[in-house]
């Protein structure tokens, strides 16, 4: 019976050893504080200007965020308030916390969280967006409080941003609209204050800065007709359409002395088009109506004043 008890042991041993492997494993619960306080440290630096603490808590990083100056602490920004974890649900190496704050209203998120190389981290909400944008090609500078600029592509500005109200000043870097404009936009529901309008759809060329061009562009194009028209209709002043113009019957239409239209190519430099123009003439000997229209760059001059460059 001795050596019967003796094999027995290893017996139950490997009994339990085989039972403790089909058990449910026990980190479940401290899997789930782990998630709970990184989503609770993130919201309290968040609610706190910390935000070089909150960012390294997230899978964003700095070059995420609309503005890398929005990495930085700040002691004045308070982005959240009354921040509350309401539930967290841990699935392996994933989690789903739904959180509560006021940003100034009540309002409720629900953050992703993945589990990277032991740590937590939290998926930057995908609303906590700051977004601006042109009806139609455009130079402009976009600064938000003041800080830095938002990096516009194809006249659209689109990226993460803390919860929170932000000054945002458009201008022209050329000087070419002397445009001046502020609001406030509000992140994460986009409402304004001081703009009337879409922050999407803000005027690639507003209309009283489209006038006061063309109030300074006229006496150019009225002078670039003389010099061409001086020349025989040949050199840089003359358009296409009038090189080779031998006379002319009456003086042009005065459409041409109108910009038309401006627009950007490149988001950096103003193009310019100009009305059409007409006048009866003779060209290669015979009568016939001539018709033509300026285009070229426009630039403002150190001295403010304005400047065509014809194509």
Not at 180 to 185: A, D, P, R, V
Not at 200 to 229: M, Y
Not at 298 to 310: H, I, K, P, Q
Request: charged share 20%; hydrophobic share 40%; proline share 7%.
């Amino acid at each position: 019976m001795e050596h019967a008890h003796r094999g027995l042991a290893p017996l139950l041993l490997a009994v339990v050893i085989a039972l403790g492997g089909c058990a449910a494993p026990a980190a479940d619960s401290g899997d789930e504080g782990e998630a709970r306080s990184t989503v609770e440290s993130f919201l309290r630096a968040v609610a706190e200007g910390r935000f070089s603490e909150a960012l390294p808590l997230t899978t964003l990083g700095a070059d995420g965020l609309i503005c890398p100056a929005l990495a930085e602490d700040s002691t004045t920004s308070r982005p959240i308030a009354a921040p509350e974890v309401t539930a967290l649900q841990v699935n392996g190496d994933t989690a789903t916390a739904q959180v509560s704050y006021r940003a100034p209203s009540d309002s409720t998120v629900a953050l992703a969280l993945t589990r990277e190389s032991g740590s937590w981290l939290i998926a930057f909400p995908d609303d906590w967006r700051l977004a601006v944008g042109f009806d139609g090609p455009t130079v402009a500078d976009v600064s938000i409080d003041g800080s830095c600029k938002m990096p516009l592509s194809d006249g659209r500005a689109d990226a993460h941003a803390w919860p929170g109200r932000y000054q945002l000043e458009v201008s022209d870097p050329t000087g070419v609209l002397e445009r001046s404009e502020s609001f406030l936009l509000a992140v994460p529901d986009g409402t304004t204050t001081g703009l009337n309008g879409d922050p999407l759809s803000l005027p690639a060329v507003p209309d009283d800065e489209l006038a006061l061009v063309q109030s300074e562009a006229t006496p150019l194009l009225r002078a670039a007709f003389g010099r061409c028209a001086e020349a025989g209709f040949s050199g840089p002043s003359c358009p296409p359409e009038l090189r080779g113009v031998a006379s002319i019957e009456a003086a042009p239409s005065d459409g041409y002395l109108t910009i038309d239209r401006l627009l950007s190519e490149d988001g950096a430099s103003w193009r310019f088009e100009s009305g059409t123009g007409s006048f009866a003439a003779t060209v290669d000997g015979s009568p016939a109506t001539v018709e033509f229209r300026y285009t070229g760059t426009v630039l403002r001059e150190a001295d403010g004043s304005l400047s065509l460059t014809f194509d």
